[in-house]
């Protein structure tokens, strides 16, 4: 069992960054691929970015590729999605996932692959 815990949303302007946070409770966690998605209203909760539980392998949305980096600390059961540059159309609220793999550096892009979630964090970027 997993529970996961976002932190770190606000506001901020166009061109800021932001740093999201998520804390995990539960020993499955090292062997957890961490997702973060996303989800603006009226719209279809989508997939950001993922890291293996060894932290080897990362994959982003093209959205986001080169702005967003995804990072995890298996000592402190945390994971991070550093936010730059952000845009108005990054307005979301950001869940963390975590979906429990057998191989240390596989990661899953569906959501319906995540067995755990979080509450959401909002990021609002204003124009």
């Known amino acids: 069992q997993v529970q996961l815990v976002e932190s770190g949303g606000g506001l901020v302007q166009t061109g800021g960054s932001l740093r999201l946070s998520c804390a995990a409770s539960?020993?499955?966690?090292?062997?957890?691929?961490m997702g973060w998605f996303r989800q603006a209203p009226g719209k279809e909760r989508e997939f950001v970015a993922v890291?293996?539980?060894?932290?080897?392998?990362?994959y982003y949305a093209d959205s986001v590729k080169g702005r967003f980096t995804i990072s995890r600390d298996n000592a402190k059961n945390t994971a991070y999605l550093q936010m730059n540059s952000l845009k108005p159309e990054d307005t979301a609220v950001y869940y963390c996932?975590?979906?429990?793999?057998?191989?240390?550096?596989?990661?899953?892009?569906?959501?319906?692959?995540?067995?755990?979630w979080g509450q959401g964090t909002q990021v609002t970027v204003s124009s």
């Open positions: 890291i293996s539980w060894s932290g080897h392998s990362t």
């Open positions: 996932a975590a979906g429990a793999t057998f191989n240390s550096d596989a990661y899953y892009l569906s959501r319906r692959q995540y067995n755990y």
């Open positions: 539960g020993r499955a966690f090292s062997t957890c691929a």
